[in-house]
């Protein structure tokens, strides 16, 4: 896992430029704090920070190969999953191999297979080729996005990175925040549309696509899609599949030259790859698997019971490591410490994001990479099996609008009168939420109910689970961490797509099909324990210490987030404590404390990135 950064422009010479670069690429540092190098050529300037996990003689980037006359240099982020295919293809076709990291593999695949192989790649990753013949770059991003990727485009040159903080270390660059930008933060945040970054005229690259850049401009293309056609399998092959690709795609993710983990919730997910895991190690006479929960202070004597959240995790944890003989360790975090984190999350993704579920999972990670470098987790099951409340829930597929996030008059109450003027948010989330229904293909002979979930499922994937793996990467990546999501095989993704309703929600529950599979490898209660969310803190002095954070906040005159927001309508929420904004502000976990923590990130934001608002 890794960093990177780097501008390109045909018609000018940068090589004094470098200076730039080197700055650009010192932002990066967190994500890949073992290593630092360069490229140079005068219309092309790369950066690359380096995580070591495989080959870390042979693994230095950027890495580049000769082929002719033409020599091809990549900067990569990433881990790829089917290499060894992939090599023994290559070597089959006569090219020799200098190490045996995956770098060299992507490099020498699209060099021989040009941009077909990019479906075929198996992993996580972004990455940037540059051919010194043609003048020519291209931009990669994986199946789903789980590895970031972001560029934009000034006289000429175009600058790309890993991060949004390294584009904005470019002299060129000044951060803007138009109308789409809030209408981003506030009526979609902490989701955002894909492509879209909440600076004006700075964009992510889209999953599954790839840009090209050279003389004649620039070119994006897709080159993979979800694609919706009839499923002929039994259900009993359906079931020898889900299991052959589950175990297929977590014991591809167990190879590592570091030590590697895996989160440990006990719920389904979670325990899945744990036994899966655990077995192979066993198998492969390893030593036991190394499981990391996490934990908050006084969290035992303050839980309550919901339909979101209907049961801790410590009984079930217990049961999976008293089952596979795991070494595990309980990370336990107390109430100040994930308040004070908010900041340093805010930062990890350059945005606001999901408050102290961000802020947990960033000092969740802290303390594994004491002990390790790659970590699994149970990431992306719910979006790809049917597990959120939400698909089951006539309200909130009725709702004609993101089921996670249907607080919309709400939400437009919270910009203050002359922002509101100019910003209508429910336009702009159901011009999103239409043009996404549009790119569902709905087969006839879907069932309505199959219709009705296929359109569901799409907008869960390509948008609640973004945010996710949104969090995940830039999370780990800010500890130096490598976070693995086995359920994200994109090949996982792609079968559940076309499985009818009545299988996957076997038996009316939630991850019916999944819970089925696994059966005869997890403790019946781990199989019909009720799905239960990250955990997160219910300890009072946490909404106190938000409450007086962003009391402390308003209280200030200069604060730049009175310049977007009614004051009056967050003074009601403060003295309500979140009650006054009546429902979530974001899917099941982001209550009224955690609304008070996303304004309070609003606020670091605008004071640290100092965008320019536009209207």
């Not at 992993?123 to 994986?142: C, H, P, Q, Y």
């Not at 006479?285 to 839980?303: A, H, I």
């Not at 961000?358 to 099951?381: P, Y």
Request: proline share 5%; with cysteine.
């Amino acid at each position: 896992m890794c960093g990177f950064t780097g501008f390109c422009n045909i018609s000018k010479n940068m090589l004094s430029d470098v200076h730039i670069l080197e700055k650009m690429t010192r932002t990066l540092q967190k994500r890949g704090p073992d290593e630092e190098y360069f490229y140079t050529h005068p219309h092309a300037l790369l950066g690359h920070r380096r995580l070591i996990i495989i080959d870390a003689k042979n693994g230095k980037q950027p890495m580049s190969f000769k082929i002719g006359d033409t020599t091809y240099t990549i900067i990569y982020n990433g881990q790829l999953y089917n290499a060894k295919e992939l090599r023994e293809e290559l070597e089959q076709a006569g090219y020799d191999f200098v190490g045996y990291c995956d770098t060299e593999v992507v490099l020498k695949s699209y060099i021989h297979f040009g941009t077909n192989v990019f479906k075929r790649l198996n992993g996580i990753f972004s990455f940037a080729i540059w051919n010194d013949t043609k003048n020519e770059l291209i931009l990669v991003r994986d199946h789903f996005g789980i590895k970031p990727l972001y560029y934009t485009i000034t006289d000429n040159t175009i600058i790309f990175a890993s991060e949004l903080k390294a584009i904005l270390a470019h002299p060129n660059i000044s951060p803007k925040l138009d109308k789409q930008g809030i209408s981003e933060l506030f009526g979609l945040g902490p989701c955002h549309t894909p492509g879209i970054s909440l600076f004006k005229d700075i964009y992510e690259l889209k999953p599954a696509h790839f840009l090209l850049f050279n003389k004649d401009g620039i070119h994006i293309d897709e080159y993979w899609k979800l694609e919706s056609k009839p499923h002929t399998d039994s259900f009993e092959t359906t079931c020898d599949k889900v299991h052959f690709l589950l175990e297929d795609s977590i014991q591809k993710q167990l190879v590592s030259d570091v030590p590697l983990c895996a989160m440990l919730s006990g719920g389904l997910d979670s325990s899945i790859i744990t036994a899966y895991a655990s077995n192979y190690y066993k198998e492969n006479d390893m030593p036991p698997l190394e499981t990391f929960s996490v934990d908050y202070v006084d969290n035992d004597k303050n839980f309550v019971k919901s339909d979101f959240q209907p049961n801790s995790d410590n009984y079930y944890i217990n049961i999976m490591v008293n089952k596979f003989k795991t070494n595990h360790h309980q990370i336990v975090i107390d109430t100040p410490e994930l308040a004070d984190a908010l900041e340093d999350a805010m930062v990890a993704r350059d945005f606001p994001g999901m408050a102290d579920v961000d802020s947990s999972m960033l000092l969740f990670c802290k303390h594994i990479k004491q002990n390790a470098t790659v970590c699994l987790s149970g990431e992306c099951s719910d979006e790809i099996f049917a597990g959120y409340p939400w698909f089951f829930r006539d309200d909130a597929l009725k709702s004609n609008t993101f089921p996670w996030s249907i607080a919309i008059s709400e939400r437009q109450n919270l910009l203050n009168s002359d922002i509101s003027s100019k910003v209508n948010l429910k336009d702009y989330i159901d011009y999103r939420y239409n043009e996404s229904l549009n790119d569902i293909k709905i087969l006839d002979t879907d069932s309505p109910e199959t219709a009705e979930k296929r359109k569901i499922s799409y907008l869960t994937t390509r948008w609640f689970m973004q945010t996710l793996l949104d969090r995940s990467d830039r999370m780990s990546m800010f500890n130096g961490l490598e976070l693995r999501v086995p359920f994200c095989d994109y090949r996982i993704v792609e079968y559940l797509w076309n499985v009818p309703w009545d299988m996957k929600a076997l038996n009316g529950r939630e991850k019916g099909l999944l819970r089925y599979v696994v059966r005869k490898l997890l403790p019946d209660e781990i199989v019909d324990r009720k799905k239960s969310p990250y955990p997160k803190t219910h300890n009072p002095t946490y909404l106190s210490k938000v409450k007086d954070m962003l009391s402390k906040i308003m209280d200030n005159p200069n604060a730049p987030i009175n310049n977007l927001l009614n004051r009056d309508y967050i003074l009601d929420i403060l003295n309500t404590d979140g009650k006054a904004f009546t429902r979530p502000w974001f899917g099941q976990l982001m209550t009224g404390p955690q609304l008070m923590a996303y304004l309070c990130q609003v606020n670091m934001w605008l004071e640290k990135y100092k965008p320019e608002i536009q209207l």
